[in-house]
């Protein structure tokens, strides 16, 4: 089955930049989308199709996909980004939906 | 508005049924493109994917879960639904139903329910 492993945590202070990744074979040939999600609170969509980003999720949000691995970047850090974070791709060849394990995202 | 909230008993025993219906406001089970779908959360762990219902009819279930797992539409209440069988403990979880895009990306979700599996 496929596998997509991101770090377990990501520290970041307020005002810069936080870098979590998705790693996964090939994974550049497949659409990845990020969630984010609170505690208590059930995932939200901030990133779909790789770079694209639904109403009302911050320009400060942004994707890229390419080789083996998936990016999701958040610009000038807020305390309120802290949260855990998980990409997640259709597989094609099992026709699956894959979660990564998911990222902490701390802000200090 | 699209909105989506699971109902269901929370408190299963072990090997019985659970059963779990997402009612879907603001838009139409039927419209096509649109994937409805099933997701857990075990407690302090990550998301797990169970099963969806694609529009056009066909469904996809998780292999580790689809011996167990049964999703089906109600277009006339405008909700689905999910069976899982034979539950454990393992099966505590919160779940989740969600909307997906295609390919399946969830762009809206129920609240969340827990179910906790015990005698």
């Known amino acids: 089955s496929y596998l997509l492993t991101q770090p377990p945590s990501v520290s970041v202070a307020p005002r810069k930049t936080a870098t979590i990744t998705c790693a996964g074979n090939?994974?550049?040939?497949?659409?990845v989308h990020w969630y984010q999600q609170q505690p208590g609170q059930a995932p939200m969509l901030v990133i779909y199709?790789?770079?694209d980003r639904p109403s009302g999720i911050p320009e400060r949000f942004s994707g890229s996909n390419s080789g083996n691995t998936a990016t999701l970047t958040i610009s000038r850090v807020e305390a309120g980004d802290e949260a855990d974070y998980y990409c997640?791709?259709?597989?094609?060849?099992?026709?699956?939906?894959?979660f990564g394990g998911g990222t902490k995202l701390t802000v200090l | 508005q699209v909105q989506l909230q699971e109902s269901g008993p929370g408190l299963v025993k072990p090997s019985q049924t659970l059963s779990l219906t997402c009612t879907v406001s603001?838009?139409?089970?039927?419209?096509?493109?649109?994937?409805w779908s099933w997701i857990r959360q075990h407690p302090e762990k990550g998301l797990e994917w169970i099963g969806l219902?694609?529009?056009?009819?066909?469904?996809y279930y998780n292999p580790s879960l689809k011996s167990r797992v049964t999703i089906s539409l109600d277009t006339s209440e405008n909700q689905f639904s999910l069976k899982l069988n034979s539950v454990t403990a393992a099966d505590t979880a919160v779940y989740y139903c969600?909307?997906?895009?295609?390919?399946?990306?969830?762009?809206?979700w129920g609240p969340g329910t827990l179910v906790t599996v015990s005698s």
């Open positions: 997640q791709v259709w597989d094609s060849a099992t026709d699956c939906v894959v």
């Open positions: 219902f694609y529009f056009s009819g066909s469904t």
């Open positions: 199709y790789n770079n």
């Open positions: 969600a909307r997906g895009l295609a390919p399946p990306a969830f762009d809206y």
């Open positions: 090939n994974i550049g040939g497949k659409s």
């Open positions: 603001g838009d139409s089970i039927s419209t096509s493109g649109y994937y």
